[in-house]
Nanobody, 121 residues
Framework: QVQLVESGGGLVQPGGSLRLSCVASGSIWSLNLMRWYRQAPGKQRELVAYIDRDGSADYVDYVRGRFTISRDNAKKTVYLRMNSLKPEDTAVYYC???????????????WGQGTQVTVSS
């Protein structure tokens, strides 16, 4: 019943911006650590950023200063604001979260289906 749905991807020119959203839905008791990953063709999936319940966040060096992760606990949503985008940022971006559902108060790992971000002129 618990699912994550990403949105906000698309085609953008170098230097442009996008804001990705990930909404958690279902019978959720606690939405804990949330993360954004990305995977480019032929490359390993990599962690981009994470944010905990209280808003403490960190980023990989390549995106630090350009990307901002945030969350709205009331809306059960995590965001990734992406500024100064480069062609190298082209990838499928995935939302990942540690969630405790009502049906089983143990933490489980959930993934969204991904949203494509393409940076090209």
């Amino acid at each position: 019943q618990v699912q994550l749905v990403e949105s906000g991807g698309g085609l953008v020119q170098p230097g442009g911006s996008l804001r990705l959203s990930c909404v958690a839905s279902g019978s959720i008791w606690s939405l804990n650590l949330m993360r954004w990953y990305r995977q480019a063709p032929g490359k390993q999936r990599e962690l981009v950023a994470y944010i905990d319940r209280d808003g403490s966040a960190d980023y990989v060096d390549y995106v630090r200063g350009r990307f901002t992760i945030s969350r709205d606990n009331a809306k059960k949503t995590v965001y990734l604001r992406m500024n100064s985008l480069k062609p190298e940022d082209t990838a499928v971006y995935y939302c990942n979260a540690d969630i405790e559902p009502y049906s089983d108060l143990r933490e489980h790992d959930y993934w969204g289906q991904g949203t494509q971000v393409t940076v090209s002129s």
